[in-house]
């Protein structure tokens, strides 16, 4: 297992937000003995000179092997954490994502690996189980929130 720590400068990263039937898809984001700690809708770091929206795309092509839709326009956040006793800190464009027909359907869990060789396995989760006392956490800590308030504001 790949012991991870946050980078020591300021990543400017790009997530999308996958739903299907009300839930997130979002990836398991566990601790150093391997237990669950929380979840991650899926993304990663833009490079220099790409835009956030390529960036986007090419995440997923690389983790998922699908091209997706980009949906409207995005949030942003800050999202300065502390992993493992390290601080990271992130400027984040969080947008909503559509998945090409039939991408995935029928599969509860996608198994992917990172750059890196480590091992991730992303599922749907419902919001409402989320930062709960007996469910995983949602990171960045405050997207529940922000999503809550998003979707209040479009309904």
Same mark, same amino acid.
């Given at each position: %297992?790949?012991?991870?720590?946050?980078?020591?400068?300021? @990543?400017?990263?790009? !997530?999308?937000?996958?739903? *299907?039937?009300? &839930?997130?898809? $979002?990836?398991?984001? &566990?601790?150093?003995?391997?237990?669950?700690? #929380?979840? *991650?809708?899926? +993304?990663?770091?833009?490079?220099? +000179?790409?835009?956030?929206? $390529?960036?986007?795309? @090419?995440?997923?092509?690389?983790?998922?092997?699908?091209?997706?839709?980009? !949906?409207?326009?995005?949030?942003? %956040?800050?999202? !300065?954490?502390?992993?493992? +006793? $390290?601080?990271?800190?992130?400027? %984040?464009?969080?947008?909503?994502?559509?998945?090409?027909? =039939?991408?995935?359907?029928?599969?509860? @869990?996608?198994?992917? *690996?990172?750059?890196? #060789?480590?091992? !991730? /396995?992303? @599922?749907?989760?419902?919001?409402?189980?989320?930062?709960?006392?007996?469910?995983?956490?949602?990171?960045? /800590? =405050?997207?529940?929130?922000?999503?809550?308030?998003?979707?209040? *504001? &479009?309904?």
């Amino acid at each position: %297992m790949t012991t991870w720590r946050p980078h020591q400068h300021i @990543r400017v990263v790009a !997530i999308g937000l996958h739903w *299907r039937d009300g &839930r997130l898809l $979002a990836a398991e984001v &566990r601790d150093d003995a391997a237990r669950i700690k #929380g979840v *991650r809708p899926l +993304g990663g770091e833009i490079e220099f +000179g790409e835009s956030w929206r $390529a960036a986007l795309l @090419r995440e997923f092509t690389e983790e998922l092997g699908i091209d997706v839709t980009i !949906i409207g326009e995005p949030l942003t %956040m800050e999202n !300065i954490f502390v992993h493992e +006793g $390290a601080t990271g800190h992130e400027v %984040m464009f969080i947008v909503e994502v559509a998945f090409p027909p =039939g991408a995935f359907d029928g599969q509860d @869990r996608i198994e992917f *690996r990172e750059d890196n #060789g480590e091992e !991730i /396995t992303a @599922r749907w989760f419902d919001l409402a189980e989320l930062d709960e006392p007996d469910g995983p956490s949602l990171y960045p /800590t =405050g997207l529940k929130d922000l999503l809550l308030a998003w979707k209040n *504001r &479009r309904s």
